[in-house]
């Protein structure tokens, strides 16, 4: 039976930047995040007798599939099946928006291909699933505000939500900058950090308290507090790839002359914080009431084309 699946991106708040377990991607710190509405993958998963391989397009091109291959096989083998699959994926993110499509990939992948295989996982085990095809997969099962609870091992390491239905009108507006320059993938960049910033054991204890922190502003709807800590953990996680031996960073000049704009429009008594992931786009997070003068502010620097508006967005889910 073929089946297709909607899933959505996530920005962290407080990020996942290290793993305890490479295979199983068991992370080194819990991490908190918020799905997005405006930035989704759709995916569809066909187990088919008459195949020899799994056969893998994206965008309506073919590709290599040897990381789906990996991914159908543990859905294989819960299913308890051998056939391969056609899977075709649809990706809704803009490609250079710096929006991890891996998270929203693997979420429409985990339930897509669990759904074909006859399966029919809790959301748990489809955040466990998701989690292996990539860390920030596993947030993208739920909507609204999420939690990657770290947990010790395969078993207990998922996400849960934290607010689903998000009644709060906050935003999030990505600046798309140039990025000539070939990025250190995350998975490489959290690996060297890991092993060699001296930072390190303070980033997992801070993430913890910025997780307790955001839990209560978020309840408290104190935009003001969730931004400060949202952007703060951010620059603690770049300060750790600048701390790292080789040091590597995602900045661009571009990246500055963002982040800057979103402090002198801070400095102006517009609220709105910066947060940055694993390349050189600033996510700008703000209320909807100020997105027209946030945007009148970047013009300085920046084309209207180059701004991504998102709402707080749902979970994954099928659509047929
Ligand atoms: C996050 N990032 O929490 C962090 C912040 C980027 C910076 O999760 O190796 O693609 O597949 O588990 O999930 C991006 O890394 O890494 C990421 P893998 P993933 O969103």
Known sequence: MKKTARAHTNIALVKYWGKKDKELIIPMNSSLSLTLDHFYTDTSVE???????????????????QQITNFLNLVRKLAGITTYAQVD???HVPTKAGLASSASAYAALALAASSAAG????????????????GSACRSIYGGFVEWKMGTGDLDSYAVPFQEEVDWDIRMLAIVLNDAEKKISSRRGMQTVVATSPYYPAWVKTCHQDIGELKE????????????????NAMKM????LSASPHFNYF??????????????????????????AG??????????DVAQ???????????????????????HLLA
């Open 89 to 91: 994926s649809t990706n």
């Open 280 to 289: 050189p786009n600033v996510k700008v997070l703000c209320l909807e009431k």
């Open 238 to 241: 770049h300060a750790l790839n």
């Open 294 to 316: 946030i945007k009148a502010k970047l013009a300085e620097a920046f084309n209207q084309e180059q701004l991504l508006l998102a709402a707080p967005g749902p979970g994954a």
């Open 47 to 65: 187990f088919k007798e008459e195949l020899t391989a799994d056969n893998f397009s994206l965008n309506g091109v073919s590709k290599d599939a």
């Open 217 to 232: 502003a978020i309840e408290a709807k104190d935009f003001e507090r969730l931004g400060t800590i949202a952007e703060e």
């Open 252 to 277: 661009q000049p571009e990246t500055l002359v963002a982040m800057q704009l979103v402090e002198e429009l801070r400095a102006a008594g517009i609220p709105c914080y910066y947060t940055l992931d």
């Open 119 to 134: 399966l029919t996982l809790s959301k748990k085990d489809l955040s466990r699933l998701a989690r292996r095809g990539s």
